[in-house]
């Protein structure tokens, strides 16, 4: 017999240690996934419950490292969240571009391939869920942001096509898709001073509730906040290079 988990990656900050917490609170063993090793097992030591897992899912062969790891300690995967990811702020042009190919095979690439290692089994069970996080950004081209945008449209596409392939099979998957979070975002992407993402961020214990409620009732897309729906729905009311000049215009 194995034991079911729910494995949450990115989890050491942010919205990750946030849904950690409130998924400890439910009752749920968790594994925690992230890079940095201290901050990871020190959430894990304060919600109890948890093992922590270091290790940087973009390095090629980390999900399969991971999953082997979950199957050595008698785990299954009952609940997935893909959470890890980052972005940059700049020039396409002016930006590395190893730190962008990096961007891609987190934000997308390891996502994809944990959630293939994982629903197979889930499928199999009629039972499981996946969050996967997206964002507002996956809704319009962000000038500025070009690579992260492009990759949290991915996350969103490639979420709702799963949640419709595996509707009928008892297996949940959903599309978080919070806009300006107060999280660590902002900093590791390279926003300067303060601009429209301070000002319109929501709180991460929010975003988290909303997306684990959207996730129970079996929704496909989750979008928290009015001004954040609206602004999804943006590219049905406004031609789309109105659209392109707005978010190349917007200061962050």
């Not at 500025?144 to 509707?167: C, D, I, P, R």
């Amino acid at each position: 017999m194995t034991q079911p988990i729910t494995l949450i990656t990115g989890a050491s900050a942010g919205l990750g240690a946030e849904f950690a917490r409130q998924l400890a609170g439910r009752g749920e063993r968790l594994v925690l996934v992230a890079r940095r090793k201290e901050r990871l097992e020190a959430l894990a030591a304060e919600i109890g419950n948890a093992r922590a897992v270091a290790l940087d899912l973009g390095e090629p062969g980390a999900a399969d490292r991971l999953l082997a790891d979950i199957e050595a300690h008698g785990e299954r995967v009952a609940m997935l969240v893909n959470n890890a990811g980052f972005g940059l702020w700049g020039r396409f042009a002016e930006l590395d571009p190893d730190r962008q190919r990096a961007m891609i095979d987190l934000n997308c690439g390891a996502l994809v391939e944990l959630s293939h290692a994982v629903l197979p089994a889930m499928v199999e069970r009629g039972a499981g869920a996946i969050l996967n996080i997206a964002s507002t950004a996956a809704f319009q081209p962000g000038p500025g942001m070009a690579v992260y945008f492009a990759t949290k449209a991915f996350v969103l596409s490639f979420s709702e096509a799963l949640h419709e392939e595996v509707a009928k099979s008892g297996v949940r998957v959903t599309a978080l898709c919070p806009g300006p979070t107060r999280t660590e975002f902002g900093a590791v992407a390279g926003f300067k001073g303060k601009g429209a993402f301070d000002r319109l961020s929501a709180r991460s214990e929010d975003v988290v509730a909303i997306g684990l409620q959207a996730l129970d009732k079996g929704r496909a897309v989750a979008i928290p906040g009015l001004v954040n729906k609206a602004g999804a729905q943006a590219h049905r009311f406004m031609p789309r290079w109105l659209l392109l000049k707005i978010a190349g215009s917007i200061k962050l």
